[in-house]
Protein backbone atom coordinates (compact mmCIF):
# COMPACT_ATOMS: atom_id res chain seq x y z
CA UNK A 1 0.00 0.00 0.00
CA UNK A 2 1.57 3.45 -0.94
CA UNK A 3 1.10 6.36 0.97
CA UNK A 4 0.03 8.66 -2.08
CA UNK A 5 -2.96 8.11 -3.90
CA UNK A 6 -2.93 9.63 -6.95
CA UNK A 7 -6.12 10.18 -9.50
CA UNK A 8 -6.65 9.11 -12.21
CA UNK A 9 -4.09 6.46 -12.59
CA UNK A 10 -4.36 7.16 -17.05
CA UNK A 11 -5.34 9.77 -18.98
CA UNK A 12 -5.17 10.12 -22.25
CA UNK A 13 -6.48 13.69 -23.82
CA UNK A 14 -6.73 15.59 -27.42
CA UNK A 15 -3.77 18.45 -27.58
CA UNK A 16 -4.90 21.37 -26.60
CA UNK A 17 -7.39 20.45 -23.80
CA UNK A 18 -7.04 21.02 -19.95
CA UNK A 19 -6.31 18.19 -17.19
CA UNK A 20 -5.78 18.04 -13.71
CA UNK A 21 -3.87 15.41 -11.53
CA UNK A 22 -4.54 14.62 -8.11
CA UNK A 23 -2.36 13.89 -5.11
CA UNK A 24 -3.64 12.34 -1.95
CA UNK A 25 -2.91 11.20 1.34
CA UNK A 26 -4.04 10.68 5.37
CA UNK A 27 -0.32 11.86 5.78
CA UNK A 28 0.67 15.27 6.28
CA UNK A 29 4.35 16.32 4.49
CA UNK A 30 6.89 18.32 5.29
CA UNK A 31 7.10 18.84 1.29
CA UNK A 32 5.62 17.25 -1.36
CA UNK A 33 7.30 17.77 -4.90
CA UNK A 34 6.04 16.58 -8.52
CA UNK A 35 8.19 14.25 -11.24
CA UNK A 36 7.66 13.55 -14.73
CA UNK A 37 8.99 10.31 -15.99
CA UNK A 38 9.39 9.17 -19.39
CA UNK A 39 10.03 5.22 -20.45
CA UNK A 40 13.74 4.04 -19.88
CA UNK A 41 14.33 6.70 -17.45
CA UNK A 42 14.51 8.20 -14.16
CA UNK A 43 11.73 10.82 -12.74
CA UNK A 44 12.94 14.23 -13.47
CA UNK A 45 12.11 17.08 -10.57
CA UNK A 46 9.56 19.69 -11.96
CA UNK A 47 8.77 21.35 -9.06
CA UNK A 48 9.02 21.43 -4.78
CA UNK A 49 6.09 23.12 -2.90
CA UNK A 50 6.62 23.56 1.18
CA UNK A 51 4.01 25.69 2.35
CA UNK A 52 0.50 24.71 3.01
CA UNK A 53 -1.78 27.09 0.45
CA UNK A 54 1.04 27.29 -1.99
CA UNK A 55 0.52 27.56 -5.64
CA UNK A 56 3.34 27.30 -7.85
CA UNK A 57 3.34 28.09 -11.80
CA UNK A 58 5.95 26.69 -14.77
CA UNK A 59 4.84 28.06 -17.69
CA UNK A 60 1.32 26.09 -18.63
CA UNK A 61 1.84 23.44 -15.52
CA UNK A 62 0.30 25.25 -11.82
CA UNK A 63 0.86 22.97 -8.79
CA UNK A 64 -1.14 23.23 -5.60
CA UNK A 65 -0.29 22.03 -2.28
CA UNK A 66 -3.50 21.47 -0.14
CA UNK A 67 -3.97 23.75 3.09
CA UNK A 68 -2.84 20.87 5.76
CA UNK A 69 0.07 19.70 3.74
CA UNK A 70 -1.90 16.01 2.91
CA UNK A 71 -2.73 17.29 -0.76
CA UNK A 72 -1.71 18.33 -4.30
CA UNK A 73 -2.68 18.73 -7.34
CA UNK A 74 -1.29 19.18 -11.05
CA UNK A 75 -2.60 21.42 -13.40
CA UNK A 76 -1.79 21.75 -16.83
CA UNK A 77 -3.71 24.31 -19.43
CA UNK A 78 -3.60 23.35 -22.83
CA UNK A 79 -1.93 20.08 -23.33
CA UNK A 80 0.81 19.46 -26.28
CA UNK A 81 2.52 15.82 -26.97
CA UNK A 82 5.56 16.58 -24.81
CA UNK A 83 3.68 17.08 -22.02
CA UNK A 84 2.87 12.89 -22.59
CA UNK A 85 4.92 10.74 -19.59
CA UNK A 86 4.13 9.59 -16.23
CA UNK A 87 3.58 12.03 -13.20
CA UNK A 88 4.52 11.26 -9.87
CA UNK A 89 3.86 12.86 -6.66
CA UNK A 90 6.65 12.47 -3.95
CA UNK A 91 5.69 13.31 0.00
CA UNK A 92 8.56 13.99 2.21
CA UNK A 93 8.60 12.60 5.78
CA UNK A 94 10.83 11.92 8.31
CA UNK A 95 12.58 14.26 10.92
CA UNK A 96 15.21 15.01 8.54
CA UNK A 97 12.41 16.00 5.39
CA UNK A 98 14.20 14.00 3.46
CA UNK A 99 12.19 10.52 3.35
CA UNK A 100 10.34 10.47 0.41
CA UNK A 101 7.70 8.05 -0.49
CA UNK A 102 6.51 8.09 -4.19
CA UNK A 103 2.47 8.03 -5.16
CA UNK A 104 0.71 5.81 -7.61
CA UNK A 105 1.44 7.57 -10.80
CA UNK A 106 -0.90 8.88 -13.27
CA UNK A 107 0.38 8.09 -16.94
CA UNK A 108 -0.74 11.16 -19.58
CA UNK A 109 -0.64 10.85 -22.75
CA UNK A 110 -1.82 13.47 -24.93
CA UNK A 111 -2.71 12.91 -28.43
CA UNK A 112 -2.26 15.11 -31.63
CA UNK B 1 28.80 16.78 -13.76
CA UNK B 2 28.15 13.44 -14.58
CA UNK B 3 24.74 12.26 -13.30
CA UNK B 4 23.63 8.92 -10.94
CA UNK B 5 25.20 5.66 -12.48
CA UNK B 6 23.54 2.19 -12.79
CA UNK B 7 24.42 -0.75 -13.86
CA UNK B 8 23.53 -3.04 -15.19
CA UNK B 9 20.84 -1.56 -17.49
CA UNK B 10 18.92 -4.96 -18.16
CA UNK B 11 18.93 -8.32 -16.62
CA UNK B 12 17.25 -11.43 -16.87
CA UNK B 13 17.44 -14.36 -14.24
CA UNK B 14 15.44 -17.28 -13.68
CA UNK B 15 14.04 -17.67 -10.32
CA UNK B 16 15.86 -18.54 -7.73
CA UNK B 17 18.69 -16.68 -8.70
CA UNK B 18 20.42 -14.12 -7.74
CA UNK B 19 21.41 -11.11 -9.09
CA UNK B 20 23.48 -7.48 -7.62
CA UNK B 21 22.77 -3.78 -9.21
CA UNK B 22 25.33 -0.94 -8.54
CA UNK B 23 24.63 2.56 -8.46
CA UNK B 24 27.36 5.03 -8.19
CA UNK B 25 25.76 8.29 -6.85
CA UNK B 26 26.59 11.95 -8.36
CA UNK B 27 29.68 13.26 -6.42
CA UNK B 28 29.51 14.81 -3.10
CA UNK B 29 25.63 13.76 -2.44
CA UNK B 30 25.32 12.54 1.14
CA UNK B 31 21.94 10.51 0.23
CA UNK B 32 21.11 7.50 -1.31
CA UNK B 33 18.11 5.99 -2.55
CA UNK B 34 17.29 2.62 -3.81
CA UNK B 35 13.34 2.48 -5.21
CA UNK B 36 11.79 -0.74 -7.29
CA UNK B 37 9.10 0.49 -9.44
CA UNK B 38 6.91 -1.73 -11.05
CA UNK B 39 5.71 -1.21 -14.82
CA UNK B 40 3.45 2.09 -14.33
CA UNK B 41 3.46 2.35 -11.00
CA UNK B 42 5.10 4.99 -8.77
CA UNK B 43 8.78 3.63 -6.96
CA UNK B 44 8.62 2.01 -3.67
CA UNK B 45 11.01 3.13 -1.60
CA UNK B 46 13.43 -0.15 -0.22
CA UNK B 47 15.88 1.81 1.34
CA UNK B 48 17.57 5.31 2.31
CA UNK B 49 21.41 5.90 3.69
CA UNK B 50 22.83 8.93 4.74
CA UNK B 51 26.47 8.62 4.08
CA UNK B 52 26.89 4.82 5.37
CA UNK B 53 24.30 4.84 7.71
CA UNK B 54 20.76 3.38 6.64
CA UNK B 55 17.94 5.79 7.38
CA UNK B 56 15.12 3.85 6.35
CA UNK B 57 14.77 0.42 5.39
CA UNK B 58 11.27 -0.81 6.43
CA UNK B 59 10.11 -1.51 3.07
CA UNK B 60 13.12 -3.85 2.05
CA UNK B 61 12.04 -7.71 2.11
CA UNK B 62 15.04 -8.41 4.05
CA UNK B 63 14.96 -12.09 3.92
CA UNK B 64 15.64 -11.68 0.22
CA UNK B 65 16.83 -8.13 -0.54
CA UNK B 66 20.09 -6.74 1.04
CA UNK B 67 21.52 -3.54 0.31
CA UNK B 68 25.17 -1.87 1.28
CA UNK B 69 26.79 1.33 0.97
CA UNK B 70 30.43 0.89 1.65
CA UNK B 71 33.03 4.08 2.47
CA UNK B 72 29.47 6.49 1.75
CA UNK B 73 29.85 6.45 -1.88
CA UNK B 74 28.96 3.45 -4.32
CA UNK B 75 26.17 1.10 -3.27
CA UNK B 76 25.10 -2.47 -4.63
CA UNK B 77 21.45 -3.77 -3.97
CA UNK B 78 21.33 -7.72 -3.81
CA UNK B 79 18.58 -10.06 -4.24
CA UNK B 80 18.95 -13.58 -3.74
CA UNK B 81 16.88 -15.52 -4.44
CA UNK B 82 14.78 -14.02 -6.64
CA UNK B 83 11.16 -14.19 -7.20
CA UNK B 84 8.65 -13.70 -10.26
CA UNK B 85 7.36 -10.19 -8.32
CA UNK B 86 11.12 -8.90 -8.18
CA UNK B 87 10.45 -8.50 -11.89
CA UNK B 88 10.92 -4.33 -12.20
CA UNK B 89 12.87 -1.56 -12.39
CA UNK B 90 15.57 -0.64 -9.75
CA UNK B 91 15.99 2.59 -9.61
CA UNK B 92 18.73 4.57 -7.62
CA UNK B 93 18.49 8.03 -6.63
CA UNK B 94 21.15 10.83 -5.00
CA UNK B 95 20.39 14.00 -3.20
CA UNK B 96 23.02 16.49 -1.40
CA UNK B 97 21.55 15.21 1.97
CA UNK B 98 19.26 16.69 4.91
CA UNK B 99 19.22 20.46 4.81
CA UNK B 100 21.29 20.83 1.66
CA UNK B 101 20.13 21.70 -1.54
CA UNK B 102 16.75 22.00 -2.67
CA UNK B 103 15.91 18.26 -1.90
CA UNK B 104 15.74 17.08 -5.07
CA UNK B 105 16.38 14.07 -6.23
CA UNK B 106 18.56 13.02 -9.42
CA UNK B 107 17.46 9.57 -10.81
CA UNK B 108 19.63 7.19 -12.59
CA UNK B 109 18.04 5.18 -16.01
CA UNK B 110 17.31 2.19 -13.49
CA UNK B 111 18.24 -1.26 -13.82
CA UNK B 112 15.46 -3.15 -15.37
CA UNK B 113 14.90 -6.74 -13.85
CA UNK B 114 13.29 -9.65 -15.44
CA UNK B 115 12.74 -12.88 -13.73
CA UNK B 116 11.64 -15.85 -15.34
Known amino acids: TQLLEQSPQFLSIQEGENLTVYCNSS?????LQWYRQEPGEGPVLLVT?????EVKKLKRLTFQFGDARKDSSLHITAAQPGDTGLYLC????????????FGTGTSLTVIP | EAGVAQSPRYKIIEKRQSVAFWCNPI?????LYWYQQILGQGPKLLIQ????????DSQLPKDRFSAERLKGVDSTLKIQPAKLEDSAVYLC??????????????FGEGSRLTVL
Open chain 2, 93 to 106: ASSPGAGAGTGELF
Open chain 1, 27 to 31: SVFSS
Open chain 1, 49 to 53: VVTGG
Open chain 1, 90 to 101: AGALGSTGNQFY
Open chain 2, 27 to 31: SGHAT
Open chain 2, 49 to 56: FQNNGVVD
